[in-house]
């Protein structure tokens, strides 16, 4: 399991700023949990008007050192990501469970354990495909039961 540390050393070695002093302090945000075995985890950020925490899940790839937002679409379509601490640290545990039943199958878990790029199927769809090197696979973060296509 990586730490925090080392997720933001990777960042900035890649030349990637999402844990830069300067962007923390402007987004008001706040690392909630260390990154799991697949790299997901929570942060916060003030919203626009600073009134208010939200909380989004990300899932940083140690090997193109960047950041993804990961998120079904109905929470996506509201721009502001979880609400709350506990919708954010379920949607995590959800997705994370999803993740380690998928390792079950050779090519999910080839996939999964060397993430290198992640791109959402069309704008808010919470439909993703994630890549590593060639091999990509499919998720459906709107439905766990019908979760991953390899």
Same mark, same amino acid.
């Given at each position: 399991?990586?730490?925090?540390?080392?997720?933001?050393?990777?960042?900035?070695?890649?030349?990637?700023? #999402?844990?830069?002093?300067?962007?923390?302090?402007?987004?008001?945000?706040?690392?909630?949990?260390?990154?799991?075995?697949?790299?997901?985890?929570?942060?916060? #950020?003030?919203?626009?008007?600073?009134?208010?925490?939200?909380?989004?899940? +990300?899932?940083?790839?140690?090997?193109?050192?960047?950041?993804?937002?990961?998120?079904?679409?109905?929470?996506?379509?509201?721009?502001?990501?979880?609400?709350?601490?506990?919708?954010?640290?379920?949607?995590?545990?959800?997705?994370?469970?999803?993740?380690?039943?998928? +390792?079950? +199958?050779?090519?999910?878990?080839?996939?999964?354990?060397?993430?290198?790029?992640?791109?959402?199927?069309?704008?808010?769809?919470?439909?993703?495909?994630?890549?590593?090197?060639?091999?990509?696979?499919?998720?459906?973060?709107?439905?766990?039961?019908?979760?991953? +296509?390899?």
């Amino acid at each position: 399991m990586m730490t925090i540390a080392e997720m933001k050393r990777i960042n900035k070695e890649k030349g990637y700023y #999402y844990f830069s002093p300067d962007t923390i302090r402007f987004m008001g945000a706040k690392i909630i949990t260390a990154p799991n075995r697949f790299g997901i985890f929570v942060d916060s #950020y003030d919203n626009f008007d600073r009134t208010k925490k939200l909380y989004k899940v +990300c899932i940083f790839s140690e090997i193109s050192g960047r950041v993804y937002d990961i998120e079904p679409a109905a929470i996506a379509e509201t721009y502001e990501h979880f609400p709350t601490k506990a919708d954010a640290l379920r949607f995590r545990e959800k997705l994370t469970a999803a993740f380690a039943e998928a +390792c079950k +199958c050779y090519r999910e878990k080839e996939v999964l354990t060397a993430i290198d790029d992640i791109q959402e199927e069309g704008l808010n769809s919470g439909i993703f495909t994630i890549r590593s090197g060639e091999k990509a696979i499919e998720i459906n973060t709107n439905d766990f039961n019908r979760f991953i +296509c390899g």
